[in-house]
């Protein structure tokens, strides 16, 4: 069996299903379109494409979410992805939100503190993990300082301030969880979220951020079979090709650096593998990777999906009658 | 070695999620016995700097350092010595 090609196929089937419960949902809860988040990336360019086939155009709202460390790249490829779909949309950056809550201050102190010769007017910024197939390190994450594009200096998060800087870049998703809800109820529509099987899985999400929403059409899509769906439904190879990232750093960071550690494919082949019990010999051959390098990233993917448990969590209702 | 140990004990019946009831081999993975999240391993490198006053060099970052106590105990050694 090869993996990829499995994740490959069907994606017309995928299409149709998608379209079809967008539909559904719409109608299950008598509203009458949809509001996507659109980042200029490539999942919610899928979603967006796919909201306007299954409702119309004149039922899907895009809205553009920028804040001060956005890549400009971003707004211009969201905007061009809803012009070319013809969907009303605006830009609605959220810096004001995160500046009233000092967001961008507390950022700051907490990478001066964690790297000295930080100038927030020299240096752009990322947060990272060491990578994992080819060296056994421990999950760690780091600042990394770059100028000019040249990496200047990174160096490791204390637990205390890495919890912090969790919190304070989780406003961001939150910040624009608010927004979508704001014009969803005003125009009664539903938010549309963006979050594939891969980020699911791994709690790749930000909890009541981006996962803050009424439906999830591509949450049983490993992100390889988003970007089939990309290519079927002939999104702007601009946004195929970007890295994915949450675009929440100043140097853009992508998904890899830091959440898989690995090439998304290689992820998506574990995580499917893992999915469908397949015998090591399979995964070997078909990742290329050692039985050493699989045993050590599925111990990790075992480690992210535990944690992963809190983010996938409803809030627990105590029922008295059981 | 003995004093190391019972110190590293003490910090994780205290702050890990291991009760009174877990027992722990000096060579179970902590991670894997769920004594410690990622969080929690950030905490207890934060925690081993701080209380042996060592700097740990990213390439020690391990799992054969840190994520048993025998190889706690053993880095421990090696970088105050």
């Given at each position: 069996?090869?993996?990829?090609?499995?994740?490959?196929?069907?994606?017309?089937?995928?299409?149709?299903?998608?379209?079809?419960?967008?539909?559904?949902?719409?109608?299950?809860?008598?509203?009458?379109?949809?509001?996507?988040?659109?980042?200029?990336?490539?999942?919610?360019?899928?979603?967006?494409?796919?909201?306007?086939?299954?409702?119309?155009?004149?039922?899907?709202?895009?809205?553009?979410?920028?804040?001060?460390?956005?890549?400009?790249?971003?707004?211009?490829?969201?905007?061009?992805?809803?012009?070319?779909?013809?969907?009303?949309?605006?830009?609605?950056?959220?810096?004001?939100?995160l500046q009233s809550l000092d967001i961008y201050a507390e950022k700051n102190r907490i990478i001066k503190k964690t790297c000295h010769e930080y100038d927030s007017d020299i240096h752009k910024t990322s947060l990272v993990l060491p990578a994992l197939l080819n060296n056994d390190m421990l999950?760690?994450?780091?600042?990394?300082?770059?100028?000019?594009?040249?990496?200047?200096?990174?160096?490791?998060?204390?637990?205390?301030?890495?919890?912090?800087?969790?919190?304070?870049?989780?406003?961001?998703?939150?910040?624009?969880?608010?927004?979508?809800?704001?014009?969803?109820?005003?125009?009664?529509?539903?938010?549309?979220?963006?979050?594939?099987?891969?980020?699911?899985?791994?709690?790749?999400?930000?909890?009541?951020?981006?996962?803050?929403?009424?439906?999830?059409?591509?949450?049983?899509?490993?992100?390889?079979?988003?970007?089939?769906?990309?290519?079927?439904?002939?999104?702007?190879?601009?946004?195929?090709?970007?890295?994915?990232?949450?675009?929440?750093?100043?140097?853009?960071?992508?998904?890899?650096?830091?959440?898989?550690?690995?090439?998304?494919?290689?992820?998506?082949?574990?995580?499917?593998?893992?999915?469908?019990?397949?015998?090591?010999?399979?995964?070997?051959?078909?990742?290329?990777?050692?039985?050493?390098?699989?045993?050590?990233?599925?111990?990790?993917?075992?480690?992210?999906?535990?944690?992963?448990?809190?983010?996938?969590?409803?809030?627990?209702?105590?029922?008295?009658?059981? | 070695?003995?004093?190391?140990?019972?110190?590293?004990?003490?910090?994780?019946?205290?702050?890990?999620?291991?009760?009174?009831?877990?027992?722990?081999?000096?060579?179970?993975?902590?991670?894997?016995?769920?004594?410690?999240?990622?969080?929690?391993?950030?905490?207890?490198?934060?925690?081993?700097?701080?209380?042996?006053?060592?700097?740990?060099?990213?390439?020690?970052?391990?799992?054969?350092?840190?994520?048993?106590?025998?190889?706690?105990?053993?880095?421990?050694?090696?970088?105050?010595?």
């Open positions: 069996m090869i993996i990829i090609d499995e994740l490959n196929k069907d994606t017309e089937k995928n299409a149709f299903k998608i379209r079809t419960f967008i539909k559904r949902k719409v109608q299950d809860f008598k509203k009458k379109g949809v509001v996507v988040g659109v980042s200029g990336g490539i999942d919610s360019a899928v979603i967006l494409t796919l909201a306007v086939q299954a409702l119309g155009n004149e039922n899907v709202y895009g809205l553009l979410l920028p804040e001060e460390e956005s890549a400009t790249i971003s707004t211009e490829l969201g905007a061009r992805l809803c012009e070319l779909l013809d969907v009303s949309y605006e830009k609605v950056p959220i810096t004001p939100i999950n760690i994450p780091s600042i990394r300082l770059v100028k000019d594009g040249e990496i200047i200096a990174e160096n490791r998060l204390k637990a205390k301030d890495y919890l912090e800087l969790i919190g304070i870049q989780n406003v961001k998703q939150r910040s624009r969880m608010l927004i979508q809800y704001l014009y969803a109820e005003k125009n009664n529509y539903i938010v549309c979220g963006t979050t594939n099987k891969t980020e699911l899985i791994l709690g790749q999400f930000v909890k009541y951020g981006d996962g803050g929403v009424d439906i999830e059409p591509l949450a049983d899509c490993y992100k390889t079979q988003v970007y089939a769906l990309a290519d079927l439904l002939g999104v702007d190879k601009e946004i195929i090709e970007r890295p994915p990232s949450p675009d929440t750093w100043s140097h853009y960071t992508s998904d890899e650096d830091f959440y898989w550690r690995m090439p998304i494919q290689i992820m998506d082949q574990l995580l499917y593998s893992q999915e469908y019990a397949l015998p090591i010999e399979m995964i070997e051959e078909n990742t290329e990777l050692s039985e050493e390098a699989i045993d050590r990233a599925k111990k990790h993917i075992d480690k992210v999906r535990s944690a992963a448990n809190y983010s996938v969590s409803p809030p627990t209702i105590c029922y008295l009658d059981k | 070695m003995e004093q190391i140990k019972e110190e590293m004990m003490a910090y994780l019946q205290n702050k890990s999620f291991m009760d009174s009831g877990t027992k722990l081999n000096d060579d179970d993975s902590l991670t894997m016995k769920g004594i410690i999240d990622s969080i929690g391993l950030i905490e207890l490198i934060d925690f081993i700097s701080e209380k042996y006053s060592i700097d740990i060099p990213e390439d020690l970052l391990t799992p054969e350092n840190f994520d048993s106590i025998n190889g706690i105990v053993n880095i421990i050694q090696k970088l105050t010595k």
